[in-house]
């Protein structure tokens, strides 16, 4: 059965085209750079830290 695994697993990764890949790269990106905007935006005691050079 491991051996069934790694064909269908490269018949995933063959099919797979760097427009697809470029694609879904951005959208994680975007996600996380959402996130961390986020959650900076939301971390007060960091921007006290900032505020006083602490």
């Known amino acids: 059965m491991r051996r069934a695994v790694s064909e269908n697993a490269?018949?995933?990764?063959?099919?797979?085209?760097d427009d697809?890949?470029?694609e879904?790269?951005?959208g994680l990106d975007e996600t996380?750079?959402?996130e961390r905007a986020k959650s900076h935006k939301d971390d007060s005691?960091?921007?006290k830290?900032?505020?006083?050079g602490s």
């Open 20 to 22: 697809g890949q470029r």
């Open 32 to 34: 996380v750079r959402a």
């Open 49 to 52: 830290e900032e505020a006083t």
């Open 45 to 47: 005691a960091h921007h």
């Open 24 to 26: 879904l790269a951005a």
């Open 10 to 17: 490269a018949l995933i990764y063959q099919h797979s085209d």
